[in-house]
């Protein structure tokens, strides 16, 4: 294998190609140990599987409000070359030709240095309430529309995920990383056209090592209160109406402090017809 192209804080990526294709290919093999590569990999093939789910819904729902923009996550491959009888395990993608950019990473880390970066934070914000709160596509990369075609083509996105943590691999923070979202991410005019609000104002910042512990524990089936990541179950509740989805009161209550507050439900966008409180 040639000298690596690129390299990343895990992984160094390989020019490759495949014999009689003149497509130009990106092998990525894990920077540390290869023990666990093969998990490795096939944790990142499930990140891009996952993203890939999530942009094709968004897609259509930028159409549907008039957006030209649209996202393509790259689908890659297990690659296995044998060597000395032993087992080395790659990943395998498309080479994105262009300027490749990080608009936004697992931990806060937002670029706001391109004039299309709203679309990619609007992303992440989606996945979180497509999901119902419970996983988050983050460490969007890639390549911009404009300088390759239709779609901004992107690759190696990390997920949060509610539940066992890193479950998706080493970027995977769980409810920590999601929260982290959250308190960094201002809504943009995108967001806002899309129904979307930014709960900035109302995540705490200060309770990591607690939230850490409880990601840790806390079973990918429990419903979460998306404003403090506690058990729904913990304190009163209230639940919207037509939809069912529901947050604590006590959370409901500072959200209706807000100025920018409407009376409609911030996971899935609906107006709510009537807040009820299980006795
Ligand atoms: N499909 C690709 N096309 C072109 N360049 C790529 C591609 N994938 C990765 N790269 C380059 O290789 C570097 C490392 O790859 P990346 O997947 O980001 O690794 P890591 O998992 O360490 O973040 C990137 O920063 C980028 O410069
Ligand atoms: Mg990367
Ligand atoms: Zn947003
Ligand atoms: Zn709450
Ligand atoms: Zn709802």
């Excluded at 080479?95 to 608009?103: A, L, S, W």
């Excluded at 100025?259 to 996971?267: A, G, Q, T, V």
């Amino acid at each position: 294998m040639n000298e690596p192209f690129g390299s990343g804080s895990m992984r160094l990526a390989y020019l490759a190609t495949i014999e009689k294709q003149s497509q130009l290919l990106v092998a990525k093999q894990w920077k540390t140990s290869q023990k666990n590569a093969l998990t490795k990999c096939l944790q990142q093939l499930k990140c891009h599987q996952l993203a890939i789910k999530y942009s094709d819904i968004f897609n259509e729902k930028l159409i549907k409000f008039g957006e030209k923009q649209k996202l393509k996550f790259l689908a890659i491959k297990l690659l296995v070359i044998e060597k000395d009888k032993r087992e080395e395990f790659y990943t395998l993608e498309e080479y994105i030709p262009g300027e490749y950019v990080k608009f936004n990473n697992n931990y806060k880390f937002v670029n706001n240095d391109y004039a299309e970066y709203p679309i990619f934070q609007c992303f992440s914000h989606f996945t979180f309430l497509e999901s119902g709160c419970k996983e988050m596509v983050v460490d969007i990369q890639g390549v911009i529309a404009t300088e390759i075609g239709d779609y901004h083509v992107l690759t190696d996105p990390a997920v949060h995920s509610q539940g066992t943590m890193k479950q998706f691999g080493m970027g995977d923070l769980g409810n920590l990383g999601m929260k982290a979202f959250n308190c960094a991410h201002e809504c943009d005019e995108l967001c806002k056209k899309l129904g979307y609000m930014s709960l900035q104002d109302l995540v705490a910042d200060d309770e990591d090592e607690q939230l850490i512990k409880k990601t840790k524990s806390i079973s990918r089936d429990e419903p979460l209160c998306y404003i403090c990541f506690d058990e729904l179950n913990s304190k009163q509740k209230s639940v919207f109406a037509p939809c069912g989805h529901s947050l604590h009161t006590e959370c409901l209550e500072k959200m209706k402090k807000l100025k920018k507050f409407k009376d409609y439900c911030h996971l899935c966008t609906q107006k709510v017809e009537l807040i009820y409180i299980p006795k």
